[in-house]
């Protein structure tokens, strides 16, 4: 059965929309990362147009991250003070991110753009995290503990404007988590990701974050950078398709919940190298798309404005 979506201006199966948003819910919540960037580049791979599926999908990323927010509320492992020093900052990268997509719209630029963006930041993610993981999985394999983190003691501690933490049990500067909020925000409005696959590898080896906490605000920064994305990119750029949003936000919903009992039962070594895996097998995609030659090598279309 499909649907018709009225700003992307195509028909689409409603069921496989629904799987890939479930899919990936099910990995935010296990990870708590937004799933953003595998869930708009499926999308881009399905036919729907890079702009469409970059602003509709900070959408469903939205509800997904309130449903994990609430699971892990009743678990009591988001650390709310944290989450609104981080939010601070990523409400004012989204509306940076936000004006830098509708410039380079303006110049016709952003198919581009979003795509080479996937490329190089996919790469660059799941390259770290296959290697993070091969070396865990040979560690486990040899009898030997998994390498230790770095020292509490690096020069994100000695930074000015500190602030206490009491459900992290940290100490620390308000100006890293500013500039961390700030990346997520940009990203999120450009690259429609949650950004949450550099927030909890950022929170766990500079901020030194307790494991079991990091999740739970990660997803919290994330429910306000990106409903900040929905609404900025609904109103200035007109690309929000609310069918599609809808259909994702009920996958989004529904996967994420199962993913966060899956990620507090399973071990993560397996999970991790499969999730680096499809990763690169993405940026692979776009990679191979940027570089084809297309069957059509010129497009003529008239502007009537």
Sequence with gaps: MEVYLPVAEMSVHWLVILGMSYAVGFLSGMFGVGGGFLLTPLMIFYGIPPTVAVATTASQITASSLSGVLAH?????????MGVVLAGGGIVGTAAGV?????????????????????????????????????????????????????????????????????????????PLLALGFAVGLLSAVMGVGGGFIAVPVMIYLFRMPTNVVVGTSMFLLLFVTAAATVLHAVGNYSVDIVLALVLIVGGVLGVQYGVRAGASLRGEQLRFLLAALVLAVAARLLFDLVITPDDLFTVTVNLS
């Design 99 to 175: 004006f830098l997509f509708a410039a380079v719209r303006r110049m016709g630029q952003i198919d581009f753009l979003i795509s080479a963006s996937y490329v190089m930041l996919l790469g660059t993610i799941g390259g770290l995290m296959l290697n993070e993981s091969v070396r865990t999985l040979i560690s486990a394999r040899r009898g030997k503990s998994a390498p230790a983190r770095p020292s509490q003691h690096n020069w994100i501690f000695h930074l000015p404007i500190k602030m206490r933490f009491r459900v992290s049990k940290l100490y620390i500067s308000a100006i």
């Design 73 to 81: 509320w009743r678990r009591r492992t988001v650390d709310i003070k």
